[in-house]
C-alpha cells in the first residue's frame, strides 16, 4: 500500500468517527463488524473506544423501576 492510499484510509477513518453518532446503529454494526473482522483481539478495545467516544453508541441505561 502506498502512502496516498494510507492517507486515503486514515482520512476516511476520521471522517467515521467523526460522524459515527450520527450513523444509524445497523450502519455502527456493519463498519464495526467489518472493521474487527480477522483482527478479533482488537473487537473489546475498539467497543471501549466507541462507547467511550460516543454515548449514542453507549446501551441504553437500565430502567429503575417498572412501569
Do not use: S, Y
Not at 476516511?12 to 450520527?22: E, K, M, N, P, V
Not at 444509524?24 to 478479533?40: C, K, L, N, W, Y
Amino acid at each position: 500500500m502506498d502512502r496516498v492510499d494510507e492517507h486515503c484510509e486514515a482520512l476516511i477513518g476520521r471522517t467515521a468517527l467523526a460522524l459515527w453518532g450520527r450513523f444509524p446503529r445497523d450502519v455502527q454494526e456493519m463498519i464495526f463488524e467489518t472493521a474487527v473482522e480477522g483482527h478479533e483481539a482488537l473487537r473489546h478495545d475498539l467497543a471501549v473506544f466507541l462507547h467511550n467516544h460516543h454515548p449514542r453508541t453507549a446501551h441504553p441505561p437500565k430502567p429503575t423501576e417498572l412501569v
